[in-house]
């Protein structure tokens, strides 16, 4: 017999999965998967992008928002060369849900940071942090240190892979709604949303693992050296 809190994960994460199915079928596209927090803007990273090469020279991106196309159709959004963002992850099939995470980036320094207050990474409930380098993914929990991924910093231009699906207007309150941008594709299947007007991330949903990312802050600017520094444990890490 399952207990309360077995029955209680069961239904959040049922309730998710018909979320995630509005999203896809383009019905509510925005609907129960943006919290009342996106009015501060959204910032824009992503999870597991299979197809993260790091060996091209740092160059400066352009703003989010000077990509939007004046007319005609919209240009793929592109990051900020350096930020940082909050946003809660959920990965459906390890019962991770709505953890506060974030997200530190910086293509000039290749680098980025990852902290997951639930480890998406291992698919464990456990906070966990992802550092990559301009070579390599570190995965850190519980003061140890794994090489998640042999592949570095990830383009600011990583969007330009994926292909526009739809813009849609999402029921958001009452009486609000939030027109959502729809970018879909890459393997695996990654599904990015973002604000049409600003380009804002909203939503990143990677279909393999369920893993959904709702954006709740962004702030674009240089980032802490310190905050890509390995730990010492990091410098004998064999492969997770």
């Known amino acids: 017999r399952p207990s ?13 999965r018909s979320v995630v199915r509005d999203v896809m079928f383009g019905v509510v596209v925005a ?24 060996a091209a020279a740092p160059s400066q991106a352009p703003s989010m928002a000077s990509t939007v196309a004046a007319a005609g159709a919209p240009s793929a ?10 946003f809660d992850v959920s990965v459906m099939e390890a019962y991770i849900i709505d953890k506060p995470s974030w997200l530190y980036y910086s ?3 290749q680098a980025q940071r ?4 639930g480890c998406s990474a ?14 390599t993914g570190y995965l850190i929990q519980d003061d140890k240190c794994c090489i998640t991924a042999p592949v570095g ?10 292909a526009l699906k ?56 240089p980032q802490d050296a310190a905050k890509f520094v390995l730990p010492p444990a990091c410098k004998a890490a064999v492969k997770c």
Not at 122 to 135: D, K, L, W
């Open 4 to 16: 309360r809190r077995a029955t209680r994960g069961a239904s959040e994460m049922a309730a998710r």
């Open 31 to 54: 609907a129960a998967a943006m919290s009342v927090a996106l009015a501060a803007r959204a910032a824009s990273p992503v999870p597991r992008l299979a197809a993260a090469a790091a």
């Open 77 to 86: 959004p592109v990051w900020p060369d350096s930020f940082k963002s909050s």
């Open 107 to 109: 293509w000039p320094m």
């Open 114 to 117: 990852i902290d997951f207050g």
């Open 122 to 135: 291992n698919e464990t409930p456990g906070p966990c942090t992802v550092i990559f380098t301009n070579t």
């Open 153 to 162: 910093v990830v383009e600011p231009t990583w969007p330009s892979n994926l």
């Open 166 to 221: 739809t813009t849609a207007t999402g029921i958001v309150g009452p009486t609000s709604t939030l027109a959502t941008q729809w970018w879909r594709g890459e393997t695996p299947v990654h599904n990015y949303m973002v604000d049409p007007a600003t380009q804002s991330p909203q939503v990143l949903l990677v279909e393999d693992i369920w893993e959904e990312w709702r954006f709740t802050s962004w702030q674009e600017g």
